[in-house]
Antibody, heavy 126, light 106 residues
Framework: EVQVVESGGGLVKPGGSLRLSCAAS????????MNWVRQAPGKGLEWVSS????????YYADSMEGRFTISRDNAKNSLDLQMNSLRAEDTAVYYC???????????????????WGRGTLVTVSS | SYEVTQPPSVSVSPGQTASISCSGD??????ACWYQQKPGQSPVLVIY???KRPSGIPERFSGSNSGNTATLTISGTQAMDEADYYC?????????FGGGTKLTVL
């Protein structure tokens, strides 16, 4: 079955750290970009970070830059998100997503997510 | 930074056509895609590259992009289409989501 499964969520105190993982199966992991998107309770989707298939491109949303680190292991079909200096506003369901990019004349024109996991809840509270 | 804007809510009667807009500066120069999210579920891609449907998505879902506005159209809307819909675009080095539109099928 083609799927991605997140793990590692939980309750953490402000200023603490947490490492999320995403296990992929059923597709050629090394051929796809991988991504993290989060959703605070009752709110909309918010992009967190993306990494290209061979680590060539790594991007972060401004509010996560410097605090979060995305990484992947193509040999293990896994994606990680190391989150440091966590704040209450980081409380959300974190989704792992498989992504596809469209290049036009060598420039990325489209980056979208065609497979999502069920998410893992991160709660930052004292 | 780039932003895209959606109406917070849209209502439609069963069997009618629903249109959800997504506005952004010169959005025509970017590709837009759309996700459907039902309560308690993960998002599902319903349109990518402005107007392409992934396999398994019903033909009643279509998309367009012109000028500053991308549009998701649902023809013959069914009760099962009631959900939140998010548009998304790529700008330079960032992924941009719209705030979401709650589609109510009355």
């Amino acid at each position: 079955e083609v799927q991605v499964v997140e793990s590692g969520g939980g309750l953490v105190k402000p200023g603490g750290s947490l490492r999320l993982s995403c296990a992929a199966s059923g597709f050629t992991f090394s051929s796809y970009t991988m991504n993290w998107v989060r959703q605070a309770p009752g709110k909309g989707l918010e992009w967190v970070s993306s990494i290209s298939s061979s680590n060539t491109y790594i991007y972060y949303a401004d509010s996560m830059e410097g605090r979060f680190t995305i990484s992947r292991d193509n040999a293990k079909n896994s994606l990680d998100l190391q989150m440091n200096s966590l704040r209450a506003e980081d409380t959300a369901v974190y989704y792992c997503g498989r992504g596809t990019i469209t290049m036009v004349r060598g420039v990325i024109r489209h980056w979208y997510f065609d497979l999502w996991g069920r998410g893992t809840l991160v709660t930052v509270s004292s | 930074s780039y932003e895209v804007t959606q109406p917070p809510s849209v209502s439609v009667s069963p069997g009618q056509t629903a249109s959800i807009s997504c506005s952004g500066d010169k959005l025509i120069n970017k590709y837009a895609c759309w996700y459907q999210q039902k309560p308690g579920q993960s998002p599902v891609l319903v349109i990518y590259q402005d107007n392409k449907r992934p396999s398994g998505i019903p033909e009643r879902f279509s998309g367009s992009n012109s000028g500053n506005t991308a549009t998701l159209t649902i023809s013959g809307t069914q009760a099962m289409d009631e959900a939140d819909y998010y548009c998304q675009a790529w700008d330079s080095r960032i992924v941009v989501f719209g705030g979401g539109t709650k589609l109510t099928v009355l």
